[in-house]
């Protein structure tokens, strides 16, 4: 399950919502790693943007790659604002063993920091200016660059 | 006709080009100064499938996107 949100996310009824869906699937494990906007470098908040179409496939390869280990996937992201304190991610793993689900969460929140097509911007004095240093070229970008 | 997107910060306009691949698209861009970096860190998507060489063909109505590094989360 991917679900997006405009502005920050309700974290309790998120993962009240997956715990209640799950919870008679007899999973013996739900991991859940929370993303937090952090007070640093003077920022008000983040801004994010999403391409949908990307993000639906690159989550539906990790679906898949979920299931063929017993678990499942879920997601929710933020579009827009989200300011201090408040929370723009979750990612939550349930599996039948508690080894599967840590490796996978872990393995799953990499590849969506290197792959999952957002792009985030510090929210500075009413500016949205992008962060490049925080970012990560997707594998196989440059190949309209000229030729070195 | 070729539609070529411009995703998330890079702040362009779309394009409609008549272009039979992705090699004919690199001079083009490379043209504008101000895609320069865009082009080096930019990943390609084909109808929303990341390509990773320029060996594509393309077929009338086809949809390009350039997207620049990612940080989700």
């Known amino acids: ?148 | 006709m070729i539609r070529v997107e411009f995703l998330g910060p890079i702040q362009q306009e779309a394009l409609e080009l008549e272009i039979n691949n992705l090699q004919e698209l690199a001079p083009i861009l490379q043209k504008n100064p101000d895609m320069k970096e865009w082009l080096e860190n930019s990943a390609v998507a084909v109808n929303d499938t990341l390509v990773s060489s320029l060996d594509v063909k393309l077929n009338n109505g086809d949809k390009i996107s350039l997207l620049p590094p990612v940080c989700g989360g």
Do not use: C
Not at chain 1, 9 to 32: F, T
Not at chain 1, 43 to 49: E, K, N, V
């Open chain 1, 1 to 148: 399950m991917l679900k997006l949100y405009d502005g920050a996310l309700e974290v309790s009824d998120i993962l009240k919502e997956w715990y209640e869906e799950e919870g008679k699937s007899n999973y013996g494990a739900y991991i859940p790693f929370v993303g937090t906007v952090r007070s640093e470098d003077g920022i008000d908040g983040l801004s994010f943007d999403i391409y949908e179409p990307i993000l639906e496939t690159w989550f539906k390869a990790w679906q898949e790659k979920a299931k063929a280990k017993g678990a499942v996937i879920k997601m929710a992201h933020s579009r827009g604002d989200v300011m201090l304190h408040e929370s723009s991610y979750i990612a939550s793993v349930f599996s039948p063993k508690r080894r599967v689900a840590l490796e996978f969460i872990d393995e799953f929140v990499e590849d969506f920091k290197a792959s999952a097509p957002i792009w985030k911007y510090d929210l500075i004095d009413g500016k949205r200016v992008y962060a490049l240093d925080r970012s990560t070229a997707i594998k196989g970008s440059g190949i309209l660059g000229v030729k070195k």
